[in-house]
């Protein structure tokens, strides 16, 4: 409400300085009278008030009537009766003037041009004042005439001078903000201000005393305000000159022709200098359109810039300009072209010539399409150049690939721009500036490679293969047919790369790939998957039949001997075929499937095919309940030791206790390492058990050499996985101090087959376990081809005759053969031997008649726990012995139970 009061005061504030300057102008006005007429020779209050209401104003006719009102009746019309209704009538006409002249200025033009820096809508206002003006001195005049007034034709053409004169120059300067008045002056300018005021000054002196008519020779010095000075100091010094050649005029005998020479002389300096403000705005327009060329050139030359920047100002500009931009054009490395709108090129910079072979010469003219554009882009370029010229887009893109004279494809972007001109009658034409992109591309096809297929044998990798299963999958379900995957890897792929080197590694799967792509059909799609794991979706069967064909087919082509560095492979594979919809209709649920299926494959015995079925679901969910129960079995402590004893068979003394690993399952009870060991190894728990086994073994060890009279070593058994890893010794040596075992208590029992694939690097790991003073057990002997050498060439302390063997005697005469020079050998080399797996007299009684010396077996004492170390030791200090009773009873479990391997 407060801010409605205040409306009011403002506007009143706003009017009254307004007011004040209206009737100051009025006063002027009123003292130009020309000789022998009431009416003045100029009306300097109408310039004012069409700017005001130019300016939009429009409220402001109030104060605008007010200024007429009260001029007209102190100053205009002074008659001595004081005829009020022609006071009032005259000032209703002088105010309605401005508002007519705005009108119509708005009705010619929509969006008019307030600061009148154009010759357009400087003649625009004349043309518009020319007419209003008339009308309202026709109306004055009437009104005069109605007042007696005589000279009608004389008076109507006096007041439209005198309000055309007041028009022109004083309009624009009221448009003309104050604060820009002088801020367009340079300082040298100053002296010729002065030098212009002194001459003018000097003229007048001169001219004081001559006719009216020698007013005219008052042009030099409006076109030299015109043509040398801003526009904030054309206005007042045209004003000024006009003023002077007004009051020359009183002199004469007020010639309306004297007063339409000035008029024409007023008007024709201001359109002079609209013209040449025109001329400069093109020139800035001109400099503005070389500026962006220099921005989509990307700033090459800086500098440049600079000096068409400084220099546009000046009347060379534009011919400057035009010459550097032709030299950037000529030396730009892109390729730059100017066609018509029927795509016939005008422009053809040197980059164009190097790209496409052509010269200037040869390519003026031609057809930009038809002659250079490769026949798939040509309808997509013609139409963004006949949008970038007929539409109001004013640029395009356009990315097309083209054979360049060196015979290689490039990828170029062209981008257009529409080059127009103000003269209408100059043909519309389009740029187009090349960038070679080619790189960048090929930079980015290189990328999209990268993210969907493989760098090594260039199927397609996980996130491509998902894809495009995810689609085959929406297929089948949606046309009610069956698609299938295949998952497949090498088997024993990893002793490959260990014994040949991953070169090796890598040239089988690239040869693996080449065969997997003749056993399919295009729309398959084979990937890997990771390592050498890969799979196959075949997009469309007719059922499983279908899919074992294709898999026979690719497993006998797999077989087939691989030339690789280091010689001759023959490989064998393992197949999971899962189908879709009937197994699955998920990736997740095709991809798990087939997986299940290929480790029911190499469960099987590798090297061939397994579907899935729904019993692997069962499986699968058997082995995911050890593997979770197994850790928690870990954390809280369910695993436990037990103990077998190695005998000496000729007086029943313990020489060896060997540890076994169990876990004490809550729900299936004592489970042996057969049972968990395999799911162990393939979640990543071997390790951190071996490491256990080892620590618990040592702490235990000491704690029998407490329970017997004599030192009894213990020895814990090898995995693959804890002898091949690089910190086996580092381990070893960590827990031994950790525990303060003697190292000649501990014994480390190493498979023969695990040696067997790494001979290279087994002397030297088995060296470094007997430098830490540790005994070494070659295990399981006997059972494989590499057994002799392994005696000759490694530091084995002792050896274990595998059950195997010992099994068969003394009924097979060959096993009796070879357990005798086993024996024999082991004797020979000073090794101790011992023999695993005994449980029967017979057995005993043999081994003992080829001087066979320590055994271990159910026929002596099964496993027992830990915790029961105390009674067995307290049995054989008793004078139990085992040699000579059937079974040593502690646990109360028959001969031939628990046969369990040890853990590996």
């Given at each position: 409400?407060?801010?409605?009061?205040?409306?009011?005061?403002?506007?009143?504030?706003?009017?009254?300085?307004g007011?004040?300057?209206?009737?100051?102008?009025?006063?002027?006005?009123?003292?130009?009278?020309?000789?022998?007429?009431?009416?003045?020779?100029?009306?300097?209050p109408?310039?004012?008030?069409?700017?005001?209401?130019?300016?939009?104003?429009?409220?402001?006719?109030?104060?605008?009537?007010?200024?007429?009102?009260?001029?007209?009746?102190?100053?205009?019309?002074?008659?001595?009766?004081?005829?009020y209704?022609?006071?009032?009538?005259?000032?209703?006409?002088?105010?309605?003037?401005?508002?007519?002249?705005?009108?119509?200025?708005?009705?010619?033009?929509?969006?008019?041009?307030?600061?009148?820096?154009?010759?357009?809508?400087?003649?625009?206002?004349?043309?518009?004042?020319?007419?209003?003006?008339?009308?309202?001195?026709?109306?004055?005049?009437?009104?005069?005439?109605?007042?007696?007034d005589?000279?009608?034709?004389?008076?109507?053409?006096?007041?439209w001078?005198?309000?055309?004169?007041?028009?022109?120059?004083?309009?624009?300067?009221?448009?003309?903000?104050?604060?820009?008045?002088?801020?367009?002056?340079?300082?040298?300018?100053?002296?010729?201000?002065?030098?212009?005021?002194?001459?003018?000054a000097?003229?007048?002196?001169?001219?004081i005393?001559?006719?009216?008519?020698?007013?005219?020779?008052?042009?030099?010095?409006?076109?030299?305000?015109?043509?040398?000075?801003?526009l904030?100091?054309?206005?007042?010094?045209?004003?000024?000159?006009?003023?002077?050649?007004?009051?020359?005029?009183?002199?004469?005998?007020?010639?309306?022709?004297?007063?339409?020479?000035?008029?024409?002389?007023?008007?024709?300096?201001?359109?002079?200098?609209?013209?040449?403000?025109?001329?400069?705005?093109?020139?800035?327009r001109?400099?503005?359109?070389?500026?962006?060329?220099?921005?989509?050139?990307?700033?090459?030359?800086?500098?440049?810039?600079?000096?068409?920047?400084?220099?546009?100002?000046?009347?060379?500009?534009?011919?400057?300009?035009?010459?550097?931009?032709?030299?950037?054009?000529?030396?730009?490395?892109?390729?730059?072209?100017?066609?018509?709108?029927?795509?016939?090129?005008?422009?053809?910079?040197?980059?164009?010539?190097?790209?496409?072979?052509?010269?200037?010469?040869?390519?003026?003219?031609?057809?930009?399409?038809?002659?250079?554009?490769?026949?798939?882009?040509?309808?997509?370029?013609?139409?963004?150049?006949?949008?970038?010229?007929?539409s109001?887009?004013?640029?395009?893109?356009?990315?097309?690939?083209?054979?360049?004279?060196?015979?290689e494809?490039?990828?170029?972007?062209?981008?257009?721009?529409?080059?127009?001109?103000?003269?209408?009658?100059?043909?519309?034409?389009?740029?187009?500036?090349?960038?070679d992109?080619?790189?960048?591309?090929?930079t980015?096809?290189?990328?999209?490679?990268?993210?969907?297929?493989?760098i090594?044998?260039?199927?397609?990798n996980r996130?491509?293969?998902?894809?495009?299963?995810?689609?085959?999958?929406?297929?089948?379900?949606?046309?009610?047919?069956?698609?299938?995957?295949?998952?497949?890897?090498?088997?024993?792929?990893?002793?490959?790369?260990?014994?040949?080197?991953?070169?090796?590694?890598?040239?089988?799967?690239?040869?693996?790939?080449?065969?997997?792509?003749?056993?399919?059909r295009?729309?398959?799609?084979?990937?890997?998957?990771g390592?050498?794991e890969?799979?196959?979706?075949?997009?469309q069967?007719?059922?499983?039949?279908?899919?074992?064909?294709?898999?026979?087919?690719?497993?006998?082509?797999?077989?087939?001997?691989?030339?690789?560095?280091?010689?001759?492979?023959v490989?064998?594979?393992?197949?999971?075929?899962?189908?879709?919809?009937d197994?699955?209709?998920?990736?997740?649920?095709?991809?798990?499937n087939?997986?299940?299926?290929?480790y029911?494959?190499?469960?099987?015995g590798?090297?061939?095919?397994?579907?899935?079925?729904?019993?692997?679901?069962?499986?699968m969910?058997?082995?995911?309940?050890?593997?979770?129960?197994?850790?928690?079995?870990?954390?809280?402590?369910?695993?436990?030791?037990?103990?077998?004893?190695?005998?000496?068979?000729?007086?029943?003394?313990?020489?060896?206790?060997?540890?076994?690993?169990?876990?004490?399952?809550?729900?299936?009870?004592?489970?042996?390492?057969?049972?968990?060991?395999?799911?162990?190894?393939?979640?990543?728990?071997?390790?951190?058990?071996?490491?256990?086994?080892?620590?618990?073994?040592?702490?235990?060890?000491?704690v029998?050499?407490?329970?017997?009279?004599?030192?009894?070593?213990v020895?814990?058994?090898?995995?693959?996985?804890?002898?091949?890893?690089?910190?086996l010794?580092?381990?070893?040596?960590?827990?031994?101090?950790?525990?303060?075992?003697?190292?000649?208590?501990?014994?480390?029992?190493?498979?023969?087959?695990?040696?067997?694939?790494?001979?290279?690097?087994?002397?030297?790991?088995?060296?470094?376990?007997?430098?830490?003073?540790?005994?070494?057990?070659?295990?399981?002997?006997?059972?494989?081809?590499?057994?002799?050498?392994?005696?000759?060439?490694?530091?084995?302390?002792?050896?274990?005759?595998?059950?195997?063997?010992?099994?068969?005697v003394?009924?097979?005469?060959?096993?009796?053969?070879?357990?005798?020079?086993?024996?024999?050998?082991?004797?020979?080399?000073?090794l101790?031997?011992?023999?695993?797996?005994?449980?029967?007299?017979?057995?005993?009684?043999?081994?003992?008649?080829?001087?066979?010396?320590?055994?271990?077996?159910?026929?002596?004492?099964?496993?027992?726990?830990?915790?029961?170390?105390?009674?067995?030791?307290?049995?054989?200090?008793?004078?139990?012995?085992?040699a000579?009773?059937?079974?040593?009873?502690?646990?109360?479990?028959?001969?031939?139970?628990?046969?369990e391997?040890?853990?590996?």
């Amino acid at each position: 409400m407060q801010q409605a009061v205040d409306i009011p005061g403002n506007r009143l504030r706003q009017w009254l300085p307004g007011l004040i300057l209206f009737l100051l102008l009025a006063l002027t006005s009123s003292l130009l009278l020309l000789p022998g007429s009431l009416v003045p020779a100029i009306w300097l209050p109408l310039g004012i008030a069409v700017a005001w209401l130019l300016q939009g104003r429009i409220l402001w006719l109030i104060p605008i009537l007010a200024g007429n009102l009260f001029s007209q009746w102190l100053w205009l019309i002074p008659a001595p009766d004081s005829n009020y209704p022609a006071i009032f009538a005259a000032a209703i006409i002088l105010t309605l003037e401005p508002l007519f002249i705005v009108q119509l200025h708005s009705q010619l033009v929509r969006q008019p041009d307030a600061t009148m820096r154009h010759q357009p809508a400087f003649v625009r206002l004349l043309a518009v004042a020319t007419v209003a003006v008339a009308m309202a001195a026709l109306a004055l005049t009437w009104l005069l005439y109605r007042q007696g007034d005589e000279a009608l034709s004389t008076v109507f053409l006096q007041l439209w001078l005198g309000h055309m004169l007041g028009l022109v120059l004083l309009t624009p300067l009221i448009l003309n903000h104050p604060s820009q008045w002088l801020s367009g002056i340079a300082e040298p300018q100053w002296m010729e201000i002065i030098l212009w005021l002194t001459s003018l000054a000097l003229a007048v002196m001169v001219f004081i005393n001559q006719p009216p008519e020698s007013l005219l020779l008052l042009l030099p010095w409006m076109l030299w305000v015109v043509t040398r000075f801003p526009l904030p100091l054309v206005v007042p010094g045209l004003m000024l000159t006009t003023l002077i050649g007004l009051w020359l005029l009183q002199a004469g005998d007020g010639n309306p022709l004297l007063q339409a020479l000035l008029l024409v002389m007023a008007g024709s300096a201001s359109y002079l200098h609209s013209l040449l403000t025109d001329r400069n705005e093109l020139t800035r327009r001109l400099d503005g359109m070389v500026q962006d060329s220099n921005l989509q050139l990307q700033q090459k030359n800086q500098q440049l810039q600079d000096e068409i920047y400084v220099r546009k100002q000046a009347e060379k500009a534009f011919r400057r300009s035009t010459r550097h931009y032709r030299a950037l054009v000529e030396t730009a490395s892109n390729p730059i072209l100017v066609t018509d709108a029927h795509a016939r090129i005008r422009q053809w910079n040197s980059a164009a010539e190097i790209l496409f072979g052509y010269s200037r010469e040869d390519a003026m003219g031609r057809n930009l399409l038809t002659t250079f554009i490769p026949e798939v882009y040509r309808d997509e370029l013609g139409w963004k150049i006949t949008k970038v010229l007929q539409s109001g887009v004013p640029r395009e893109h356009a990315e097309i690939q083209i054979n360049g004279i060196d015979g290689e494809q490039r990828s170029i972007l062209w981008n257009l721009t529409r080059l127009e001109d103000e003269d209408e009658t100059v043909e519309t034409q389009a740029i187009l500036i090349g960038q070679d992109i080619s790189e960048i591309r090929q930079t980015q096809d290189q990328l999209h490679y990268l993210a969907h297929y493989d760098i090594l044998t260039g199927t397609a990798n996980r996130r491509l293969f998902e894809d495009r299963c995810r689609q085959a999958i929406e297929r089948a379900l949606r046309y009610r047919h069956r698609c299938a995957l295949i998952s497949l890897d090498v088997d024993h792929f990893k002793r490959i790369n260990d014994t040949l080197g991953h070169d090796a590694g890598d040239a089988l799967l690239k040869v693996m790939t080449q065969r997997l792509q003749e056993m399919v059909r295009g729309e398959d799609t084979i990937a890997r998957l990771g390592g050498d794991e890969f799979a196959v979706l075949l997009s469309q069967v007719t059922g499983p039949e279908g899919c074992e064909k294709v898999a026979r087919n690719l497993l006998e082509n797999l077989t087939r001997p691989v030339s690789v560095p280091g010689g001759e492979l023959v490989i064998t594979s393992s197949i999971g075929i899962t189908i879709a919809p009937d197994d699955g209709s998920t990736y997740e649920d095709l991809l798990k499937n087939a997986d299940m299926a290929m480790y029911r494959a190499k469960k099987a015995g590798r090297n061939t095919i397994e579907f899935f079925s729904p019993d692997m679901n069962a499986d699968m969910q058997h082995q995911m309940r050890i593997e979770r129960e197994l850790r928690q079995a870990i954390r809280e402590g369910d695993l436990d030791l037990h103990y077998q004893p190695v005998v000496d068979l000729n007086n029943g003394e313990v020489v060896t206790m060997e540890a076994l690993l169990r876990w004490n399952h809550a729900k299936d009870g004592l489970l042996p390492p057969s049972r968990f060991l395999d799911i162990a190894e393939q979640t990543g728990q071997l390790l951190a058990i071996g490491e256990w086994v080892c620590y618990n073994a040592c702490l235990q060890a000491r704690v029998i050499q407490t329970l017997s009279e004599y030192p009894v070593p213990v020895s814990i058994n090898l995995s693959a996985r804890q002898y091949q890893h690089p910190q086996l010794i580092s381990t070893l040596q960590r827990v031994m101090a950790e525990t303060r075992v003697d190292p000649s208590l501990l014994c480390v029992e190493v498979d023969e087959r695990i040696l067997a694939d790494r001979m290279d690097d087994a002397a030297k790991v088995l060296m470094q376990i007997k430098t830490l003073g540790i005994t070494l057990v070659l295990d399981r002997f006997g059972s494989g081809l590499s057994s002799i050498r392994l005696l000759r060439e490694l530091p084995f302390d002792e050896v274990k005759i595998d059950r195997s063997l010992i099994s068969q005697v003394p009924s097979d005469s060959s096993a009796c053969a070879i357990v005798a020079t086993l024996v024999d050998l082991a004797r020979q080399m000073n090794l101790r031997i011992i023999a695993s797996g005994v449980e029967t007299n017979e057995q005993l009684q043999f081994l003992q008649s080829v001087n066979c010396r320590l055994g271990q077996g159910h026929r002596f004492c099964a496993a027992i726990p830990s915790a029961r170390l105390g009674e067995l030791f307290q049995k054989v200090r008793a004078g139990d012995a085992f040699a000579t009773c059937n079974q040593f009873d502690l646990l109360d479990t028959p001969p031939g139970a628990s046969r369990e391997k040890p853990m590996e």
